[in-house]
């Protein structure tokens, strides 16, 4: 069962057209600087063990796994079929727009875990999203939910682009436990520019992530 969360109105967002004409043409770009990926693939590497099953849920090009572990399977998922065609860490990918429909098209129990890159935030629905996610994963598997402060504003729903870093993370679990997910582990933390511009102070893209085990 479905809890919800949010009333209609916070999830509203400026541009209510269909996500995927927004993500018709590929961004090969980066989303989040050197900085923030660089906490972000160690952040993997502790938590995630090798021949895992990885979902990758709003993913683009570019996978953050760290390139020495070899996982049991890494299935990618998003809104742009070239963009994923071109992630070298998918073995398979699907297309779905999941302000449209929240099922996932995969097995319960199936997953080890599942990796939200800067994605949560374009979710209108994130209740029906977070109890598939819960359905899908192992006993002792998790899902890690990560962000920075940045977003394509428009596309953002009202309770996201009206809230502050803090809010993001109470926001997030408040819908994991909801649904049932056990109360999460937050990080909130400040990044340091790679290189000698780091050394002498300069900053990267705030890391903040949202860690949640399913009881084994
Ligand atoms: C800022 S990009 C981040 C991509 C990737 N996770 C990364 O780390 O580079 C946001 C991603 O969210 C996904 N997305 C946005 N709106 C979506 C929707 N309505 N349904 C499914 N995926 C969506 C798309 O895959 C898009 O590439």
Same mark, same amino acid.
């Not at 057209?17 to 043409?25: H, M």
């Not at 070899?70 to 302000?99: F, M």
């Given at each position: 069962?479905?809890?919800?969360?949010?009333?209609?109105?916070?999830r509203?967002?400026?541009?209510?057209?269909?996500?995927?004409?927004?993500?018709?043409?590929?961004?090969?770009?980066?989303?989040?600087?050197?900085? #923030?990926?660089?906490?972000?693939?160690?952040?993997?590497?502790?938590?995630?063990?090798?021949?895992?099953?990885?979902?990758?849920?709003? /993913?683009?090009?570019?996978?953050?796994?760290?390139?020495?572990?070899?996982?049991?399977?890494?299935?990618?998922?998003?809104?742009?079929?070239?963009?994923?065609? /071109?992630? &070298?860490?998918?073995?398979?990918?699907?297309?779905?727009?999941?302000?449209?429909d929240?099922?996932?098209?995969?097995?319960s129990?199936?997953?080890?875990?599942?990796? +939200?890159?800067?994605?949560?935030?374009?979710?209108?629905?994130?209740?029906?999203?977070?109890?598939?996610l819960?359905?899908?994963?192992? &006993?002792? $598997?998790?899902? +890690?939910?990560?962000?920075?402060?940045?977003? #394509? #504003?428009?596309?953002?729903?009202?309770?996201?682009?009206?809230g502050?870093?803090?809010?993001?993370?109470?926001?997030? /679990?408040?819908?994991?436990?909801a649904?049932?997910?056990?109360?999460?582990?937050?990080?909130?933390?400040?990044?340091?520019a790679?290189?000698?511009? $780091?050394? +002498?102070?300069?900053?990267?893209d &705030? #890391?903040?992530?949202? +860690?949640?085990?399913?009881p084994?």
């Amino acid at each position: 069962m479905v809890v919800q969360v949010l009333e209609e109105t916070q999830r509203r967002k400026w541009d209510s057209s269909d996500d995927a004409l927004f993500y018709a043409q590929p961004r090969f770009v980066q989303h989040l600087d050197a900085a #923030f990926r660089q906490r972000l693939t160690e952040l993997y590497r502790e938590r995630i063990p090798a021949g895992a099953a990885v979902l990758d849920l709003m /993913a683009s090009w570019v996978s953050h796994l760290p390139e020495e572990v070899t996982y049991a399977s890494v299935i990618g998922h998003g809104l742009n079929a070239e963009e994923l065609a /071109a992630n &070298p860490r998918l073995q398979r990918h699907w297309l779905q727009n999941l302000n449209r429909d929240q099922r996932l098209p995969l097995e319960s129990a199936s997953i080890d875990a599942t990796l +939200i890159v800067a994605g949560w935030q374009y979710l209108q629905y994130p209740e029906a999203v977070a109890a598939e996610l819960l359905r899908i994963t192992r &006993p002792g $598997g998790q899902l +890690i939910v990560a962000f920075s402060n940045r977003m #394509f #504003f428009t596309k953002a729903p009202q309770i996201w682009a009206d809230g502050s870093d803090r809010d993001h993370l109470a926001y997030v /679990a408040e819908v994991l436990i909801a649904q049932g997910w056990p109360r999460p582990t937050l990080i909130a933390e400040q990044t340091r520019a790679p290189g000698l511009p $780091g050394l +002498i102070g300069a900053k990267g893209d &705030p #890391f903040f992530a949202v +860690i949640a085990s399913r009881p084994a």
